[in-house]
């Protein structure tokens, strides 16, 4: 069974910039989650889906922060502009149910 | 939710059991204990979560004291790729996808 994806697995932009990073949940779940571990920082939510439904957006910092689930398969997360304090890891995780949770391996994303 | 206690890290030798405390004493009748681990760059992997019962699946086994205050991780055979993060999390079924990690304990397995 694939796993959760997640492209790019390194992106490097500069402040301004926009980046899209992307989120391939395993086949059949419904539940999609985004969580990232900034500046070092404790792994935090940011959000769930369910199906093309934004369940629990309350953990995206702000509106530079865009996500999408489009058909209910995979889900995109755009940040515009992004900003020094956005670097981290963005983690992606999908679920059949609440309880068990697949991560992806993370996108790393430097802003310079 | 009920807030965790973990050591910060611990040393475990190669081939014994490795067992991780957690202290939950805030714990509500209805919130599960789920154990989580990220190995270096990889993403969280989930283990093994229990309400009040003892748990045991392929990868651990999780004992929950009679007044589920505390809890301890047991894996029973550690090998290198063990070594990780281990967090302790506390939720109830309802918010169970919002984990919150805390600092988690570092286990490092030796040889």
């Known amino acids: 069974e694939a796993g959760v994806t997640q492209f790019p697995s390194h992106s490097v932009i500069e402040k301004g910039q926009t980046v899209t990073l992307r989120c391939d949940p395993i086949?059949?779940?419904?539940?999609l989650y985004w969580y990232r571990r900034v500046m070092g920082k404790e792994i935090k939510f940011l959000l769930h889906?369910?199906?093309?439904?934004?369940?629990?957006e309350s953990g995206m910092p702000n509106n530079r922060f865009l996500a999408e689930r489009t058909g209910g398969t995979y889900s995109t997360l755009k940040v515009q502009p992004a900003e020094l304090e956005d670097s981290g890891v963005y983690f992606c995780?999908?679920?059949?149910?609440?309880?068990?949770?697949?991560f992806g391996s993370g996108t790393q994303l430097s802003v310079l | 939710d009920a807030k965790t206690t973990q050591p910060t890290s611990m040393d475990c030798a190669e081939g014994r059991a490795a067992n991780l405390p957690c202290n939950h004493s805030?714990?509500?009748?209805?919130?599960?204990v789920y154990w989580y681990r990220q190995i270096h760059s990889q993403g969280p992997q989930y283990i093994i979560h229990?309400?009040?019962n003892n748990e045991t699946n392929e990868m651990a086994s999780l004992i929950i004291t009679e007044d589920r205050k505390s809890s301890t991780l047991i894996l029973p055979h550690a090998t290198l790729r063990d070594t990780a993060v281990y967090y302790c999390?506390?939720?109830?079924?309802?918010?169970?996808?919002?984990?919150?990690f805390g600092t988690g304990t570092r286990l490092q397995v030796t040889l």
């Open positions: 995780a999908s679920s059949h149910t609440v309880t068990k949770l697949f």
């Open positions: 889906f369910v199906k093309e439904s934004k369940q629990d």
């Open positions: 086949s059949g779940h419904d539940n």
């Open positions: 805030t714990i509500s009748g209805n919130e599960y």
């Open positions: 229990g309400l009040k």
């Open positions: 999390i506390v939720r109830n079924p309802g918010t169970a996808s919002k984990l919150t």
